[in-house]
């Protein structure tokens, strides 16, 4: 019984509760963002990085996940497991799916903190909406397409690794920032010529200390949970008990 232990409930609360630090990380970057603005722009930074959220993890279910993790065309993009293929019986089925919801809303988060105070509220969503519908899915699908079995992704048939996102969300995050921030311009009012730049003071230094406690501890889940199991050593509880139980 012992040779036969089922590890798969423990992976699948490992992988939860990965998630669930993860989600933390939101809360850190709204704190980052709202502390190091200007008070009069806090509340409109706080309310993207939560309407950011909820638009992420509904177009990320509806679509996003299944191109992503969907039977691969090619290499390219899937094509199954959309959110109406979606089965509540399959259990680790959907802890995956909210692990990579998690994923793919600090992948358009991560566009907040370089746009405060420069983008309008409306404009920054629809960006966000792209990101979990098209940008983030395309990526991930290349170098994580394999995940759920199956054919993986063109980029990882040649090699490519990529371990807790290093690149398919936070390089996909940078490269969406650095597009915006070139369109965008800088802030208004900062530089001027033969002038030294304007001082934008933050609005509360200790709400932003706080946030980046908040993003170091979900940082445990980002990179732990990315291992999607409960990694077993030689000396593992399971182990032990099945030398202390073997006939002499």
Not at 108 to 137: C, K
Request: aromatic content about 14%; charged content about 10%.
């Amino acid at each position: 019984m012992i040779d036969s232990f089922d590890t798969t409930l423990i992976d699948t609360l490992w992988v939860l509760w990965a998630a669930a630090l993860v989600f933390v990380m939101q809360a850190g970057f709204l704190c980052l963002e709202a502390g190091t603005t200007r008070t009069k722009n806090a509340i409109n930074v706080a309310m993207k990085n939560l309407a950011d959220f909820a638009i992420a993890v509904s177009v990320f279910w509806l679509a996003g996940f299944g191109m992503m993790f969907g039977a691969s065309q090619a290499g390219w993009l899937g094509s199954s497991l959309f959110g109406w293929q979606l089965e509540s019986t399959d259990t680790w089925l959907m802890t995956v799916f909210i692990f990579q919801a998690m994923f793919c809303a600090t992948a358009a988060t991560i566009v907040a903190g370089a746009v405060a105070e420069r983008m309008p509220f409306l404009g920054y969503l629809w960006t966000a909406f792209w990101i979990a519908l098209l940008i983030y899915p395309v990526f991930g699908h290349w170098a994580w397409g394999g995940l759920l079995g199956g054919a993986p992704g063109w980029l990882a048939s040649l090699g490519f690794i990529d371990f807790a996102g290093a690149t398919v969300v936070h390089s996909v995050g940078g490269w969406v920032a650095l597009a915006a921030v070139l369109v965008i311009g800088p802030r208004r009012g900062r530089f001027q010529v033969d002038k030294p730049p304007t001082a934008f003071p933050a609005g509360n230094l200790p709400l932003a200390m706080l946030g980046a406690l908040f993003m170091v501890l979900g940082w445990f889940g980002f990179n732990g949970g990315s291992t999607l199991a409960r990694k077993r050593s030689s000396y593992d509880v399971v182990d032990l008990l099945h030398v202390t139980q073997r006939p002499k």
